[in-house]
């Protein structure tokens, strides 16, 4: 066990729960994972674990099958599956924002139907917001959902789909402008869709597309596709809560929880960059010593583990804060923005402290150099948390002239 990122106040379950996944991830992950990356081959023995770790319905309600645990937990073992594999934890990441949404927002005919399922893992989950004209400008989105009937036809296309391949289940918002009076706010005529399909690429259900998998830098394995939605018809029971103009706030509510997940990656990120530097500045020697006896390089790992520990401190007061109740924007945006900026600080230091092997694709660490990048956009880029958190701090402290 790590000194660093220690988490006060968890109960003896939470404890068991992360022990297991700790585990795991040393003896299942960490070992195969630099190789699957390099083939950028999806990790289906380590989804099949996860699985039977009951990880898939980690915060689905024991009702419906699920654990019932709360975000912290789900968090923590996030930060803990992002230390072997941050690609792993984005298969889980988007099957866990649908099953919130599921939660918090759909009918009860909804819960029924997709929660037992999706805490099983049987059914996968994937959310769709962003386009390829338009990123963090959600309110710009052009699809269209046109009710015809009891069916919806929807049409256009999405982008930067995370399990787009692997997935059975899209929560794709879309306009549906019906029964709201022209100059209706955008925001206020988005309705989320619950698009079921078959896992695949090609023409997967009828007027619905997966072209195939994106070529990226890095976050590879995981498949991060486009969707294009022809004619795609879905029933009205699809509508996610029953009632159209709600998609934006449902899909913002899960984004909110979706940014404590991207700080928790980031967080399990550069711990594991901060191991790789600490062990390998003690075995390599320099001018007749260990290089962490050279004072450059101690200065590094001092600053290296102050951000693993400010990021975790930050990410774990970000969840408890969702898990009270409370409005958690704000705390949500600060701890994704410092630990994915921190994150790829960390790695950037674990890489100078390896010198030209960093460069090596034999060591790890050339390949978190890859991946820290993604955490950087993932959920909005910093510059959109930055407005977020700037927009709260102003409400928080209006000047009372």
Same mark, same amino acid.
């Given at each position: 066990m790590s000194r660093l990122a220690q988490t006060a106040g968890l109960t003896d379950i939470q404890q068991e729960i992360l022990s297991t996944v700790r585990d795991f991830v040393d003896k299942e992950i960490i070992p195969v994972?630099?190789?699957?990356?390099?083939?950028d081959e999806y990790p289906?023995?380590?989804?099949?674990?996860?699985k039977e770790l009951g990880l898939f319905g980690l915060m689905i309600p024991e009702e419906y099958g699920g654990l019932g645990e709360s975000l912290l937990t789900y968090a923590l073992c996030v930060e803990e599956i992002a230390r072997g594999w941050m690609s792993v934890s984005g298969i889980i990441n988007t099957h866990f924002i649908v099953?919130?949404?599921?939660?918090?927002?759909?009918?009860?005919?909804?819960?029924d139907t997709f929660l037992p399922r999706m805490a099983a893992g049987e059914v996968r989950g994937a959310f769709s917001m962003s386009e390829p004209a338009l990123g963090s400008d959600v309110s710009a989105i052009t699809s269209k959902g046109v009710q015809d009937g009891e069916e919806y036809v929807l049409n256009g296309q999405k982008m930067w789909l &995370?399990?787009?391949?692997?997935?059975t289940l899209v929560a794709v918002l879309c306009r549906s402008d019906e029964g709201h009076p022209e100059g209706t706010p955008a925001h206020k005529s988005m309705t989320t869709f619950l698009v079921e399909k078959e896992p695949g690429f090609g023409e997967v259900r009828p007027g619905l597309t997966i072209p195939g998998k994106i070529e990226k830098m890095g976050y590879k394995?995981?498949? &991060?596709?486009?969707?294009?939605?022809d004619g795609l018809r879905i029933p009205a029971n699809r509508v996610l809560g029953g009632a159209t103009g709600r998609g934006f706030y449902q899909m913002m509510d899960g984004v909110e929880v979706g940014r404590v997940n991207v700080a928790a990656r980031g967080c399990g990120v550069a711990q594991?960059?901060?191991?790789?530097?600490?062990s390998y500045a003690q075995q390599r020697h320099t001018f007749g010593k260990a290089i962490a006896q050279h004072q450059a390089i101690q200065f590094k790992l001092a600053e290296m583990a102050t951000k693993v520990e400010a990021a975790h401190a930050m990410m774990v007061n970000a969840a408890r804060k969702k898990d009270?109740?409370?409005?958690?924007?704000?705390?949500?945006?600060?701890?994704?923005?410092?630990?994915s900026e921190y994150c790829k600080e960390v790695v950037e230091d674990a890489f100078r402290i390896h010198?030209?092997?960093?460069?090596?694709?034999?060591?790890?660490?050339?390949?978190?150099?890859?991946?820290?990048?993604?955490?950087l956009i993932g959920e909005g880029t910093a510059e959109i948390q930055k407005m977020i958190i700037g927009r709260r701090l102003l409400e928080e402290y209006r000047f009372q002239g």
């Open positions: 994972a630099t190789e699957f990356e390099h083939r289906q023995q380590i989804v099949d674990g996860l099953a919130y949404m599921l939660k918090q927002h759909g009918t009860q005919e909804q819960k &995370t399990n787009g391949g692997s997935s394995g995981v498949d &991060t596709t486009e969707l294009i939605m594991r960059a901060f191991e790789l530097g600490v009270s109740g409370e409005r958690n924007d704000l705390e949500a945006g600060m701890a994704k923005y410092l630990a010198g030209g092997y960093g460069f090596s694709k034999e060591y790890e660490i050339e390949r978190l150099y890859r991946e820290a990048p993604m955490l």
